[in-house]
C-alpha cells in the first residue's frame, strides 16, 4: 500500500463514518460502472518490484534511508523494513518490443540503484526471501520510518490481540512468534499491472488466478526462512500468517484471513470491492474530505480514497485496482504471486509469459473458469508454492474430453500453457523476437527443471556437503546469488554450487 497516511488514534465514532464513507465509496464505483465512464482500451502494463539489501557478506543491511537518498529517484520508494527498497516502472504498451524496452530501463535503474547502495556498503537483491535473515532482523525497531508502516502494524497488532504464530511445514519445519507484522518485510516480489475495461475484467481476473499456479510452479524463488528450508516459495504462508489478525478462535470459525486467494470466481470488478467491504473491517479507517456521490452529482471523477485505501489492506494474490490518470477513471488487475528476481532477464521472462497467458485464457470460447472448480484452482496454487517446478496439478482435459486430470507442472506448462502464452503476445502485437526469447527461457526452465528456488536449494546442500556450517552455507549461497544475478544471465544457465577457490601463488 502505497498511500500517504498520517498516524494518529481513532475512536469509535472514526470507525462508523469510515464504514459510511466505504459505502458511498462503493456506490460511487458502481455509479461510474453503470454510466459506463472508464477508460477505453489502452492495453497498458505496470511493473513494480521489491528488493533487498544486503551487505558484502550477505547479511541484510538496514539502510534503506540512506540508499534511497542517494538514489534520489521517484522510481524508488521505501517498503516495509529499512532492507527492502521497491522500484517502480512506469506504464508501457503492450505491443512490438516493449519487453526488450522494460528490460533496459531495468538494468539502467538497478545498476545505478546498486551503485548507489554501495557507497554505505550494500547491494540489491532480487529473491523472493533473502536466505541470511534472522529472526531479530525482523523486528519492530527495524520498520521504515514512515507513518503508514508503523500505523498499519498497530493496527493490525491490535486487531489480532496477541503474539503472531509462524508455523511453516515444508522440507524442514519452522515455529516462532513475532510482536509484530515484520516478518511480512521477508516477501520481496514483483508485481504486475493490466488496465482492462470493466467489460473484460472478470474474464481477467478469472484467468489470472488460475494462471497463477503456474506462474508459481516456474518462478519459485523462496525456500528458504530462518535457516530453514521450507516451501519451494515459501512468501505465501508466511505473508498470511504474518498479517493475520485471526486469533486461533476465528480461524476455527472460517473467518477469512487478509491475505487471500479468494473463493469463487467472478462476474464483475465490482464484486470484490463488495466483497472487501462486507468481510474485512477497517484497519486504517482514516476519511477524505471527498464526497463521492457529491462529485458524480457535479460531473466529475470521485478519488474514492476510502476505497482504495481499505483495498491496499486487503491482500489478494490479484487484486483490483482503482485508479485515474488523467482526470479519466480506470481498473487493473494487480498480480502479486510472483518473487522478485532472480534476474532482469528472469523477471521479464515471468512478465511475458503472464500477459500472454492471461491474455489466451481470457478470451479462450471454453474458459477454463469454466470447467475447473475454484478450490481446484486454489488447491494447484498450494502445490506450487509447496513444491516448486516439481509440482503436480489437476487441470482440464483438453480437445473433445469433458473433466480433469492431474498432470506434472512441468508438462502442462511446456505442452498447453507456453503456446497459449505465445498466442497470446502475439494477440497483444509483441514482435516476435521478443516472444521467442523471453518465453525461450521459461521453457528452458522446464526442459532443465530449474528455477531459483531449486538453484538455491541445490547450492545451499553442496555448501553443506563441503563442510560448512548452516548459516556460512546460507551466507555463502546468498553472496554466490547476487554475484550471478548482476552477470545478468538467466537462473537455469546458473552453474550450481559455489565456485572453486582459486590456490595461491
Not at 378 to 397: E, L, M, Q, S, T
Request: net charge negative.
Amino acid at each position: 500500500m502505497g498511500e500517504k497516511v498520517v498516524a494518529g488514534p481513532f475512536d469509535l465514532s472514526d470507525r462508523q463514518r469510515y464504514r459510511e464513507k466505504l459505502r458511498m465509496c462503493l456506490t460511487g464505483l458502481e455509479r461510474l460502472l453503470v454510466e459506463k465512464r472508464f477508460d477505453r482500451p489502452k492495453n497498458l502494463m505496470g511493473v513494480e518490484i521489491e528488493l533487498n539489501l544486503a551487505g558484502s557478506d550477505g547479511m541484510p543491511r538496514m539502510l534503506n534511508g540512506q540508499v534511497l537518498e542517494r538514489i534520489a529517484s521517484r522510481d524508488f520508494q521505501t517498503e516495509l523494513a529499512m532492507f527492502n527498497l521497491e522500484v517502480n516502472i512506469a506504464p508501457h504498451r503492450l505491443g512490438g518490443r516493449v519487453f526488450d524496452r522494460l528490460a533496459e530501463e531495468l538494468r539502467t535503474s538497478l545498476a545505478y540503484a546498486d551503485r548507489k547502495a554501495q557507497e554505505v556498503d550494500a547491494g540489491i537483491v532480487m529473491i523472493g526471501i533473502l536466505p541470511t535473515l534472522e529472526r531479530d532482523d525482523l523486528v519492530s525497531a527495524n520498520l521504515s520510518e514512515v507513518d503508514r508502516y508503523t500505523l498499519l502494524n498497530d493496527q493490525i497488532v491490535a486487531a489480532r490481540g496477541e503474539d503472531f504464530v509462524v508455523d511453516i511445514e515444508g522440507v524442514e519445519h519452522l515455529t516462532c512468534t513475532s510482536k509484530s507484522i515484520v516478518p511480512e518485510a521477508a516477501c520481496t516480489s514483483l508485481q504486475l499491472h493490466l488496465q482492462v475495461t470493466p467489460g473484460r475484467f472478470a474474464d481477467v481476473w478469472n484467468a489470472a488466478q488460475a494462471a497463477c499456479a503456474a506462474q508459481i510452479a516456474v518462478g519459485a524463488n523462496s525456500p528458504f526462512l530462518f535457516g530453514h528450508e521450507l516451501w519451494r516459495e515459501s512468501r505465501p504462508p508466511l505473508f498470511l500468517q504474518s498479517t493475520d489478525t485471526r486469533p486461533p478462535e476465528l480461524q476455527a470459525q472460517g473467518v477469512r484471513p487478509r491475505t487471500w486467494f479468494g473463493e469463487r470466481w467472478i462476474s464483475s470488478a465490482y464484486e470484490l470491492f463488495e466483497e472487501n467491504l462486507r468481510f474485512f473491517p477497517a484497519l486504517l479507517p482514516i476519511c477524505d474530505e471527498e464526497n463521492p456521490l457529491a462529485v458524480l452529482d457535479a460531473g466529475g471523477v470521485p478519488k474514492l480514497a476510502e476505497l482504495v485505501l481499505h483495498n491496499g489492506t486487503v491482500y489478494r494474490w490479484n487484486r483490483p485496482v482503482y485508479g485515474i490518470a488523467d482526470g479519466v477513471p480506470h481498473l487493473r488487475v494487480e498480480n502479486r504471486v510472483l518473487p522478485a528476481g532472480p534476474t532482469i532477464a528472469d523477471v521479464i521472462a515471468n512478465a511475458a509469459f503472464y500477459y500472454g497467458l492471461v491474455r489466451a485464457l481470457a478470451e479462450e470460447s471454453r474458459p477454463v473458469w469454466t470447467r475447473l472448480p475454484f478450490e481446484t484452482a486454489a488447491a494447484n496454487f498450494d502445490a506450487a508454492c509447496r513444491y516448486g517446478i516439481d509440482a503436480r496439478f489437476v487441470w482440464p482435459r483438453r480437445g473433445r474430453y469433458s473433466g480433469t486430470a492431474e498432470v506434472d507442472a512441468v508438462s502442462l506448462v511446456r505442452d498447453e500453457l507456453l503456446p497459449l502464452a505465445a498466442a497470446g503476445l502475439d494477440a497483444w502485437g509483441v514482435e516476435s523476437a521478443d516472444r521467442d526469447l523471453y518465453l525461450g527461457i521459461i521453457e528452458e526452465r522446464c526442459r532443465r527443471r530449474t528455477n531459483g528456488a531449486s538453484w538455491q536449494a541445490a547450492t545451499f546442500h553442496r555448501a553443506l556437503e563441503q563442510g560448512m556450517s548452516r548459516p556460512a552455507a546460507l551466507a555463502a549461497t546468498t553472496r554466490r546469488y547476487r554475484e550471478l544475478m548482476t552477470l545478468g544471465e538467466p537462473v537455469h544457465t546458473w552453474p550450481v554450487g559455489l565456485p572453486e577457490p582459486v590456490p595461491l601463488g
